[in-house]
């Protein structure tokens, strides 16, 4: 069984830094795309930025040039740098994984909350 886990939210002040891990488990073949969303209270989930297996990454603007999205391929691992956090970067910050294995799709985490104070 395929498990996906978020960690390493929580409280922050503006301007202060965050760094999110995602760990995969499970009889897992391979990771292509791996990345990060977000959903504030009352708005839909959004990327905030995406990795794929061979290291090209893409950010949503309102988070370039202060966010670094990282991956260990030899842990099944991705990770979320964020830097000069803001309060609007507030929210629930998920990860996603297109995993290849017994059961192949797209994984998601539980979650974990990011709140930035101002």
């Known amino acids: 069984q395929v498990r996906v886990v978020e960690s390493g939210g929580g409280l922050v002040q503006s301007g202060g830094s965050l760094r999110l891990s995602c760990t995969t488990s499970?009889?897992?073949?391979?990771?292509?795309?791996m990345g990060w969303y977000r959903q504030a209270p009352g708005k839909q989930r959004e990327l905030v930025a995406a990795i794929t297996s061979g290291g090209i990454t893409n950010y949503a603007d309102s988070v370039k040039g202060r966010f670094t999205i990282s991956r260990d391929n030899t842990k099944n691992t991705v990770y979320l740098r964020m830097n000069s956090l803001k309060p609007e970067d507030t929210a629930v910050y998920y990860c996603?994984?297109?995993?290849?294995?017994?059961?192949?799709?797209?994984?998601w985490g539980q979650g974990t909350q990011v709140t930035v104070s101002s």
């Open positions: 996603n994984a297109e995993i290849i294995a017994g059961t192949s799709g797209y994984y």
């Open positions: 499970g009889n897992i073949l391979r990771i292509n795309d």
